[in-house]
């Protein structure tokens, strides 16, 4: 979808932001999955707001390259970044902005399932990674739908997710096909909102790719059923999901 034609970009860190706590998490789990040394350029490929733009550069004392199509979104990203060490670029065609073999980490964070080629996209990264470079990505898969803690309240939004993900398997051959091995894998559970309320109230900003994809009438009728559910739980029950992390080396 493209972001510019719609308000994605103004509401997408209030649906879509994360607390320093979950940054800390999938900070963590890439410093697990890497070397302690060596990763001095990253790619954020799919930046978007630049959720991770930033705290990738200070976790890694890195430069960062964020990437994304939206100008909107890259709009965002800029006006809450002030560190010298980041740099933001419009992605309008097929091929990254990027010398050959001069990254490091390649990141992508819920952008896979965006890509209109993935294997043109990852062969990319090949290009521009340098021999023992990294490509990790975070994304839903197939394989986790059943997480989803809005299924059971929007009709159509199983669909929808169904024609976007792909499969872990699917995600896995497509990198080896690019000239990539496997590292690591796992199914991460991630926290979307300390409790329901919370939850329906960031669902309501329509911030998902997904959610916006709905016909008006089946997200009202969605957000009415959540809206329900939330106010006769008890507060304090995290709302979570199973988004799965790879780590591929080049």
């Known amino acids: 979808m493209d972001y510019d034609d719609t308000n994605m970009a103004a ?11 979950t940054l800390r998490q999938w ?5 697990d999955a890497l ?18 733009t930033e705290p990738l550069s200070v976790h890694f004392e890195a430069e960062v390259i964020g990437i994304d199509p939206s100008a909107t979104m890259l709009e965002q990203a800029r006006a809450k970044c002030a560190r010298s060490s980041v740099r933001f670029e419009l992605l309008t ?13 390649v990141f992508l964070s819920m952008v896979y399932h965006h890509l209109p080629d993935p294997g043109q996209t990852m062969r990319e990264c090949h290009r ?31 669909s929808i997710a169904e024609g976007q993900l792909t499969s872990r398997l699917q995600m896995t051959s497509v990198l080896e096909s690019a000239g990539f091995e496997s590292v690591t894998h796992k199914a991460v559970t991630h926290e979307m ?23 008006d009438d089946d997200f009202e009728a969605g957000m009415a059923v959540l809206r329900a559910y939330a106010e006769q739980e008890a507060p304090g029950g995290a709302v979570t999901q199973e988004v799965d992390f790879f780590v591929f080396r080049r």
């Open 11 to 21: 509401v997408y860190d209030s649906g879509r932001g994360y607390d320093p706590e």
């Open 93 to 105: 065609g097929s091929r990254l902005p990027v010398e050959d073999g001069s990254a490091d980490m």
């Open 128 to 158: 521009i990674l340098r021999d023992g470079g990294y490509v990790c990505i975070r994304n839903s898969t197939l394989d986790a739908i059943g997480s989803f803690p809005y299924l059971r309240f929007f009709n159509g939004i199983r």
């Open 27 to 31: 900070l963590a789990l890439l410093s």
């Open 193 to 215: 909102s300390p409790d329901w309320r919370s939850f329906a109230d960031k669902m309501a900003l329509r911030a998902d790719s997904f959610l916006a994809r709905l016909p």
């Open 35 to 52: 070397p302690e040394e060596g990763i001095s350029r990253i790619v954020d490929l799919g930046c978007g707001t630049g959720r991770f």
